[in-house]
């Protein structure tokens, strides 16, 4: 009986204090009285969890704040350089990684782009993007707390990517080849699900609790944000509807499937439909080069993008009639062609979203440029790290 009230009571105090430290994150500066106050708690109890989170350095003590009457108050502040975490964005055809502070300041960050390349090519890729991110983060009382990588493929709640067909990887154990070469916690989430905490905690997301964020690049990934938490299903598989059927008996796609609604909806499809039309003559085409035609004035390559993002539009509403969300988020490559996607996206919402569902919906580009996915999983890890849930709390600041 002992043993189980001695259990209880560390439980509530880890509870408390993960409460007192979470509070100081979001409202900081921030008084022992204060949070008392807004917590619930007793102002014994927090003074108890304040003194063990200045002698774990996780918090600092600054110049008195401003009186209600009495004693100016010490001011309590997170100390968001106690250590740092790694966010990786292992895309198709690149390789994004960051450091960041353990509020989601970027310190550092390494891009690689490559083609085709091989598991074991890919692997050696991002040993050296996290060995150089790590070698390069200044001094701190933690050092490296957690890396987080997102992956374009389902991966399940052990960190293993069941697939990743347009990586051609398959079973991958990826979460512990890394826990064994770099011996701290490793976050291994679907790039889309990153990405997608990633626009809730710091981008677009901020003030919307239902949002679905649509990673368009060489392949679609979906992330779900649903009354304001990350949503990945029983096992971990949800947000594969860059595979949903919008093309009954069409293309084959390397999943298996026929019709995908990424083989006419992505970076990939883009570029494909340019290398048949040979709109750069004779050379293998990049969205920069179409980018640069539709910025020229390039006929085909507006109707290119046009033509894309009519298909965005298809698939955006298959998942606005399931889901009934706040906001929709389109993020990754095809963020950059919103001057010509935005409009043929919109008339095809127009024309097939029921018409009650269309009041209230806001489509948004990506605030975060590049960095969606590798700031939500780096997030993930800071939070794993401080034993804190911000993201349904960030609602609230």
């Known amino acids: 009986m002992e043993t189980n009230q001695t259990w209880n009571q560390y439980v509530v105090k880890k509870g408390n204090k993960s409460i007192v430290l979470e509070k100081i994150i979001q409202s900081s500066p921030i008084s022992r009285a204060d949070i008392a106050q807004q917590t ?22 600054s110049g008195p704040g401003e009186s209600s009457g009495g004693r100016r108050p010490v001011m309590l502040l997170f100390n968001q350089v106690a250590g740092y975490s790694i966010g990786i964005d292992l895309g198709v055809n690149y390789l994004l990684g960051i450091l960041v502070d353990l509020q989601g300041n970027i310190v550092n960050e390494k891009k690689i782009n490559y083609n085709q390349l091989t598991y074991e090519e890919i692997e050696n890729k991002l040993f050296e993007v996290v060995d150089q991110l ?30 990743a067909p347009n990586l051609g990887w398959k079973n991958v154990h990826l979460k512990s080849i890394l826990e064994r070469k770099y011996d701290i916690p490793i976050t291994i989430v679907n790039e889309a699900n990153a990405g997608a905490y990633g626009e809730k905690r710091y981008g677009a997301g901020l003030k919307h609790n239902n949002i679905i964020y649509i990673s368009a690049g060489i392949g679609i990934g979906v992330g779900l944000i649903l009354d304001g938490n990350l949503y990945t299903g029983s096992q971990g598989f949800s947000g594969e509807l860059g595979h949903m059927t919008v093309q009954v008996n069409g293309k084959k796609c390397r999943c298996g499937n026929e019709g995908c609604w990424e083989l006419y909806a992505s970076e990939q499809a883009l570029l494909n439909q340019a290398q048949e039309l040979d709109l750069v003559n004779g050379k293998e085409c990049q969205l ?38 706040d906001q ?42 590049i960095y969606p996915t590798a700031l939500g999983v780096s997030a993930l890890s800071s939070e794993n790290f401080l034993n804190v849930d911000l993201e349904k709390k960030a609602l609230e600041v």
């Open 134 to 163: 790590t070698a390069s983060a200044p001094p701190s009382p933690y050092g490296i707390v957690g890396i987080g990588i997102g992956v374009p493929g389902t991966v399940n709640n052990q960190g293993e990517v069941m697939l």
């Open 288 to 325: 920069d080069d179409l980018l640069e035609l539709a910025k020229d004035g390039d006929k085909q390559a507006i109707e290119l993008f046009q033509k894309v993002g009519d298909y965005l539009g298809v698939g955006i509403n298959n998942i606005i009639n399931i889901f009934n969300p």
């Open 40 to 61: 619930g708690l007793n102002k014994g109890t927090v003074s108890s969890l304040v003194s063990e989170l200045l002698d774990e350095q996780l918090i600092y003590e």
């Open 328 to 369: 929709i988020v389109i993020g990754n490559q095809l963020a950059a062609t919103k001057e010509w996607i935005l409009d043929p996206l919109n008339e095809r919402i127009t024309i097939n979203t029921l018409w009650y569902q269309q009041n209230g919906i806001d489509i948004h580009f990506s605030k975060l440029g």
